[in-house]
């Protein structure tokens, strides 16, 4: 098949979780792609959580979630999206028979082809599934249910105390660093996911973080939800054995170089 992207073009992707998936993480959903040039997409986005009829909703609060989750938008999308929607598709090993495993996220994208309607199905699905939350992450922004993403590190020591400024938009997919309130520097957007994973793979305890902004010796990081973390105080190693607090310290001694 021709896997060039074809302006104007619809596009149609459809997402369910792993069938082992619980509720009420196990979702579905459906993405329309109206792309009219190489810079305008219209997406029509709708997404429905299973199951959450069986939990109660003190249960859903507890893992983060509220009864009506469920969410659909229609919209505009920042052009860069189908620069990305169109590498993805040329890059990827495409079957047009329909493949199904319980571990396994199911994807589907329908297109049309020789002026028909087709659907084909991507192999490598854990790329796929990626992009996607990023891209849904994206038009969460985009429609103003989320912020785009910002962490601050603060380091006090005797002498002086150094402030990184992280803020990263999925909308527009771009990363800067501002370090001392000083001019931004752009980041490469792979190192977002990088800088994520080594930070809250440590625990954070928010019954021990401050409201206030920190002012005494030590190490801290805000996220947005208002409280400031001490490393080794509210920032905690995740296992007795693990290394995660001297990694967050070295990786933002690194950035701030």
């Known amino acids: ?113 020789q002026e028909k309607r087709v659907t084909i199905y991507p192999v490598d699905k854990e790329r796929w599934s990626y992009f996607l939350q990023e891209f849904m992450q994206a038009i969460f922004e985009t429609a103003g249910r989320e912020k785009p993403f910002e962490l601050t590190y603060v380091d006090i020591d005797a002498d002086h105390k150094t402030v990184i400024d992280l803020k990263a938009s999925f909308a527009k997919k ?35 973080a401050s409201e206030s902004k920190p002012t005494k010796r030590g190490k801290y990081i805000t996220a947005g939800d208002g409280l400031w973390y001490q490393l080794g105080v509210a920032v905690l190693e995740s296992t007795s054995k693990s290394k995660d607090l001297p990694k967050i310290e070295a990786l933002f001694n690194a950035l701030s170089k």
């Open 174 to 208: 771009e990363f800067t660093l501002i370090k001392n309130s000083g001019t931004a520097r752009k980041l490469d957007w792979n190192q977002l996911q990088k800088i994520m994973d080594t930070v809250y793979k440590a625990e954070f305890v928010p019954d021990n």
């Open 1 to 113: 098949m021709d896997k060039n992207l074809q302006i104007p073009g619809l596009y149609t992707i459809r997402f369910q979780t792993a069938p082992v998936v619980p509720a009420p993480f196990s979702h579905f959903y459906t993405l329309e792609m109206d792309i009219a040039s190489e810079t305008s997409v219209d997406v029509d986005f709708s997404i429905t959580y299973n199951d959450r009829e069986e939990l109660s909703e003190d249960d859903l609060l507890d893992e983060g979630f509220s009864p009506d989750d469920d969410y659909e938008w229609k919209g505009n999308v920042p052009g860069v999206w189908i620069d990305e929607f169109r590498e993805i598709l040329g890059s990827s090993k495409i079957i047009r028979k329909r493949e199904e495993s319980e571990f396994e996220d199911f994807i589907e994208i329908e297109l049309d082809e």
